[in-house]
């Protein structure tokens, strides 16, 4: 039976963590990038730890302290990542992490404290159900709420993709003898997407009659920002965006329905 058990908690723990990776990547914020890249690294991290305990010239003490030093980090960063929420994006999930990875420092101090702590198999599957329990908190988090959001916010993000690809990638290649004149052209993708969005940001927040400093504290920046999104000097992420179509009560395609992707990328290739 105990076998069993840490052969279901292998398979969740690993399938839960991929499954994490996944959605952040297609749906999530920066923020929410950031805390599966965190929580991901920190396997990472616990394994090496894991193997350097078995050599002879490390004792029981140094995975301890590490563990503890890696859990406490993490809690301190996710409390951070919750302290930048807005009121567009709470981030109520990197609170609960948060007290997760502090229990968890918990139970190791505790483990090296007292003597009748459980054994290793007890300690290790105690923890390995705590982060199964940390992805889930993340994929509730980070999973779309509604088809509409899961769509929008998969089209910026490639439509974003796209004009990146081609200005980063493609286009310095096709033109890489090619200065002054077709350095402009290299920019105009990304630029013209930015700016078009900006101007209909600017748009749906004047028929909504809401100043930029209403606008800024919706989404936790400054005006000056604000002016910068709406002149497209500065990008909104994806999952920005559509915070900001419900704040705006418009549907996420209205940020990007005049938007022709092919015309775009067809004025890079010229």
Not at 187 to 199: L, V
Not at 225 to 246: D, H, M, P, W, Y
Request: one cysteine or more; a positive charge.
């Amino acid at each position: 039976m105990s076998l069993l058990l840490e052969n279901v908690v292998f398979f969740a723990f690993a399938g839960t963590a991929f499954l994490v990776g996944l959605v952040a990547i297609l749906w999530g914020s920066q923020a929410k990038i950031m805390g599966a890249g965190l929580l991901l690294a920190s396997i990472i991290a616990a394994n090496i730890l894991f193997w350097l305990n078995v050599q002879p010239f490390l004792g029981h003490e140094v995975r301890t302290v590490g563990y503890v030093l890696i859990d406490l980090t993490l809690a301190y960063v996710f409390l951070w990542i919750y302290s930048r929420s807005n009121p567009l994006e709470r981030n109520r999930w990197a609170a609960y992490i948060a007290i997760i990875q502090i229990i968890m420092a918990v139970i190791s101090i505790a483990r090296a404290a007292y003597p009748e702590f459980p054994h290793h198999r007890e300690y290790a599957l105690t923890l390995n159900i705590l982060m199964i329990i940390a992805f889930f908190i993340c994929l509730i988090g980070f999973t779309p709420k509604s088809r509409n959001e899961a769509i929008g916010v998969l089209k910026m993000k490639c439509l974003y993709l796209m004009s990146d690809l081609f200005k980063r990638v493609i286009a310095p290649l096709r033109y890489r003898r090619v200065k002054g004149e077709m350095a402009d052209k290299r920019d105009f993708s990304a630029r013209e997407i930015d700016a078009q969005i900006g101007a209909k940001i600017r748009e749906a927040r004047i028929t909504r009659e809401l100043s930029q400093e209403k606008l800024a504290d919706a989404i936790g920046v400054s005006p000056s920002q604000v002016q910068k999104i709406e002149s497209g000097a500065n990008r909104v992420s994806a999952r920005t965006l559509f915070a900001l179509s419900e704040f705006l009560a418009v549907e996420i395609s209205f940020f990007y329905q005049d938007i022709e992707i092919g015309a775009t990328l067809a004025a890079i290739k010229r």
